[in-house]
Nanobody
Framework: VQLQASGGGSVQTGGSLRLSCVVS????????ISWFRQAPGKEREFVSS??????STYYGDSVKGRFTISRDSTTVYLQMNSLKPEDTALYSC????????????????????WGQGTLVTVSS
């Protein structure tokens, strides 16, 4: 499985961005695709996840109500609205090739495949 993330950029507070993660290769082995972010000097943080087969969605507390994850047959999207300066980070998508539970879903080491990051900068 290979992941290719894109869509980052610079916006002002309150703005919107849409990130994309193209999923290719042995996609039949994928259980879920998640987005994580990492700000300078901070640990990697779970943002959102979507089941690759059933389409169930999950969100971290800090983005609930502002971010929406979706997917089509090849791509996972992260629509980010009402952006805040604290959303500034390097955003990366990751694929799980095993079933996820509420705990493992939010742990970076659960994921064996990672795409390159895309930088999101929100200015005040």
């Amino acid at each position: 499985v290979q992941l290719q993330a894109s869509g980052g950029g610079s916006v002002q507070t309150g703005g919107s961005l849409r990130l994309s993660c193209v999923v290719s290769g042995r996609t039949f082995s994928v259980y879920g695709i998640s987005w994580f972010r990492q700000a300078p000097g901070k640990e990697r943080e779970f943002v959102s996840s979507v089941s690759w087969t059933g389409g169930s969605t999950y969100y971290g507390d800090s983005v609930k109500g502002r971010f929406t994850i979706s997917r089509d047959s090849t791509t996972v999207y992260l629509q980010m609205n009402s952006l805040k300066p604290e959303d500034t980070a390097l955003y990366s998508c990751a694929a799980s090739t095993s079933a996820l539970n509420p705990l493992s879903r939010e742990i970076p080491r659960t994921y064996k495949v990672w795409g390159q990051g895309t930088l999101v900068t929100v200015s005040s």
